[in-house]
């Protein structure tokens, strides 16, 4: 059975930082792709970023790509999210999730690419708020 467990979220002010960890079991991060997705409160759940079984990349939020970097340490089984320069439109609750093998070009919400991501993580709580 796949798990995805997120930790590392919390609050943080204006201009801060934090990296969200996804902890996967049950599955090898050389076989599989993991995207970490956002939803902040009454709005469509939407991409960040995937890193996939050779460690490509792609950023589903191009304006979020100055600030936000996905890295994976494939020992521990665990893929990062470096969030800096944290702002209050950044509050949402951050999600990882799986699917086979590489990233899709795109994840749009409700997608058969974002479907295709068939393992979710409970979510961590980020509110950017001084």
């Known amino acids: 059975q796949v798990q995805l467990v997120e930790s590392g979220g919390g609050l943080v002010q204006p201009g801060g930082s934090l990296r969200l960890s996804c902890v996967v079991s049950?599955?090898?991060?050389?076989?599989?792709?993991i995207g970490w997705f956002r939803q902040a409160p009454g709005k469509e759940r939407e991409g960040v970023s995937c890193?996939?079984?050779?460690?490509?990349?792609?950023s589903y939020a191009g304006y979020l790509e100055s600030r936000f970097t996905i890295s994976r340490d494939v020992a521990k089984n665990t893929v990062y999210l470096q969030m800096n320069n944290l702002k209050p439109e950044d509050t949402a609750v951050y999600y990882c999730?799986?699917?086979?093998?590489?990233?899709?070009?795109?994840?749009?919400?409700?997608?058969?690419?974002?479907?295709?991501?068939?393992?979710w993580g409970q979510g961590t709580q980020v509110t950017v708020s001084s």
């Open positions: 999730a799986r699917r086979s093998y590489r990233c899709p070009s795109s994840a749009n919400y409700g997608s058969a690419n974002y479907r295709a991501f068939s393992s």
């Open positions: 890193i996939g079984d050779s460690g490509g990349v792609s």
């Open positions: 049950g599955a090898s991060l050389n076989y599989n792709a």
